[in-house]
């Protein structure tokens, strides 16, 4: 059973489905079983500190992974620990402006792009980004989340 937990620090407190969502995407798209993460919502002090101490680029992001498994799978008790997704809610919410579509629509984006990230996927080179952009989109496709 996979478990996660969504933790507002923001206080958005709009995102009930995203549950469903990443029930889907785990289980029916990645095929993965027996997984915990965190998903934090955060204002952009917060993701722009984190983002200069860990990447040391001092300015606001829309979302930073820490993925527990880049130095290989940490597993307890048959269950795989993934890692931390943190998401800038007021970037999230430029964003959804930017790109005209929901904010639901990018927030679930957002959540899957972490998701991805703790799994290893990366966007470093266009064969990375092209495998992984094509992920997204079939996930949100599928689990009906239009722009």
């Not at 937990?5 to 407190?13: K, P, R, S």
């Not at 969502?21 to 027996?34: G, R, S, W």
């Not at 800038?88 to 005209?100: F, N, S, V």
């Amino acid at each position: 059973m996979n478990k996660f937990q969504i933790t507002d620090e923001y206080g958005y407190q709009e995102y009930s489905y995203l549950n469903d969502l990443l029930n889907y995407a785990l289980k029916k798209v990645l095929k993965i079983n027996n997984a915990i993460f965190d998903i934090i919502f955060v204002d952009e002090e917060y993701i722009k500190n984190l983002n200069n101490e860990y990447r040391h680029i001092n300015k606001v992001t829309d979302v930073i992974s820490f993925a527990f498994e880049d130095n290989g799978k940490i597993v307890y008790n048959d269950t795989r620990l993934l890692g931390e997704i943190y998401i800038c809610i007021p970037r999230m919410k430029e964003q959804a402006l930017e790109y005209q579509h929901s904010e639901k629509r990018e927030l679930a984006f957002l959540c899957i792009h972490g998701l991805l990230h703790l799994l290893g996927y990366d966007h470093m080179t266009k064969d990375e980004e092209t495998e992984m952009f094509a992920l997204q989109e079939l996930i949100l496709d599928g689990a009906n989340i239009q722009r």
